[in-house]
């Protein structure tokens, strides 16, 4: 009698305190536990009277135990509600920009071309970005993915992995683009690409049509300068520079029509020609129009007087290790050659001497005197 009172008298308590079973307490105060390996399922309340038909004898778990139980089965419902509580507080604090744990989402293709992202893009990034690029018809897109693709080309790995990724024609083929933003923008990233002397076996094949775009396209534009800079990089060795000796004319008038920016890149193309032997005959034997000579005046901007100094330099360095100088060549009037060795250049040579850059004093007294 005094047990039941007891289990009666804790299944109270329970229930003032605010809590719910999660299964009914037996008419001797114990919990009724649930099936062996079943959930906790939703009981019906225990009969107010016993049913009917012979009782069967049942020995009561004592009432401090069954408060146990039920206590423990409450503390864990607590426990996991506070985690519950816990995870919704960081989840609202992550979307309102409040302090919490920040995980970096996977970002698609188009995200790469965001100015923002400052990060090298790893061999997965680069190649999602390169179909993005193949498959996208939307100008704002492409001029965004093909920056991207050359900044990063600005890396010596990743030049690598966009070769092998099969990365240069997708980026060639945005050369012939009719919108000039494009073109440029392909033309930049194939300049930083071609630092690489694998990938100019690839980009060789764009160079005809770069050239056509450099001499035919308007005089001092962003497409001119960006061609000009990727035909200098591939002139770095002897490999291509036969393919120029058609345009070396061509050259010439956009260095002398060009502004003191083009000039500099139009030089620093002929000085890498005028270093090899083998392209010695094709540059002096060039029609260059006489307003050449201008570029030996005092006046001359600095950058531009060394550049071309140097280049009158090096021709006379090849001629020498070819044995020319003492053979008279046979070359047109109106070439190069009749120029650089005719009397008009010889006098601006020996003004040369008394330039107040020291630089460029050095660099005269090394050509030969007149």
């Known amino acids: 009698m005094c047990r039941g009172r007891r289990g009666r008298f804790d299944s109270l308590r329970f229930r003032e305190a605010g809590l719910r079973l999660p299964f009914p307490l037996s008419s001797g105060g114990a919990a009724a536990a649930p099936a062996a390996g079943g959930p906790l399922a939703p009981q019906a309340p225990a009969p107010t009277s016993p049913a009917p038909g012979p009782a069967r004898r049942r020995t009561p778990r004592g009432g401090m135990g069954g408060a146990r139980d039920a206590g423990w089965v409450a503390a864990g419902l607590l426990l996991g509600a506070g985690a519950c509580y816990c995870l919704y507080r960081l989840t609202r604090a992550q979307r309102r920009g409040g302090p919490g744990l920040r995980l970096r989402p ?82 930049n990233a ?27 396209g308007p005089l001092n534009s962003p497409v001119q300068l960006a061609g000009l800079r990727l035909l200098t990089n591939m002139t770095v060795t002897n490999d291509h520079q036969h393919m120029f000796t058609s345009h070396i004319t061509d050259l010439f008038q956009v260095l002398l029509s060009g502004n003191g920016t083009t000039k500099v890149q139009v030089l620093k193309l002929l000085l890498n020609l005028s270093e090899n032997p083998a392209m010695t005959e094709g540059l002096l034997g060039a029609q260059v129009d006489s307003s050449f000579l201008s570029l030996y005046d005092g006046h001359v901007a600095k950058e531009i007087l060394l550049r071309a100094l140097t280049l009158f330099q090096n021709i006379n360095n090849c001629l020498k290790k070819e044995g020319h100088l003492t053979i008279q060549p046979t070359f047109t009037q109106g070439s190069l050659f009749s120029l650089l060795y005719g009397e008009e250049c010889a006098q601006k040579m020996r003004a040369l001497v008394n330039h107040p850059d020291a630089d460029v004093k050095e660099k005269v007294t090394i050509i030969p005197k007149f």
């Open 190 to 216: 194939l300049s930083n690409l071609s630092v690489n002397v694998e990938n100019q076996i690839k980009i060789k094949v764009y160079v005809s049509q770069v050239c056509e775009d450099v001499f035919s």
């Open 106 to 187: 996977s970002r698609s293709a188009e995200d790469l071309t965001n100015g923002s992202y400052d990060d090298v893009l790893n061999a997965e990034q680069l190649q999602k970005l390169l179909y993005l690029l193949e498959l996208t018809e939307d100008t704002s897109i492409i001029e965004r993915a093909l920056v991207t693709l050359g900044n990063n080309a600005a890396f010596s790995t990743n030049q690598v992995i966009i070769r092998e990724l099969g990365g240069i024609p997708i980026v060639g083929s945005k050369i012939k683009d009719p919108n000039f933003s494009i073109k440029e923008k392909a033309l």
